[in-house]
């Protein structure tokens, strides 16, 4: 399994966990580059089919 360290008590804990069990971090969502991803794909299709 993928291991991560924990930013605020440095423990390392499973990749899938979203909040640290030892000290209780919550590790923020990643989901921000989905959304940048889809903008882009949405601004080069525009692009695509304006020119």
Not at 18 to 47: D, H, N, R
């Amino acid at each position: 399994m993928q291991r991560k360290e924990c930013p605020s008590c440095a423990m390392e804990i499973d990749s899938s966990d979203k909040i640290c069990p030892i000290c209780g971090y919550e590790f923020p969502v990643q989901s921000k580059i989905y959304i940048w991803v889809a903008v882009l794909l949405l601004i080069v299709g525009l692009w695509y089919f304006i020119f």
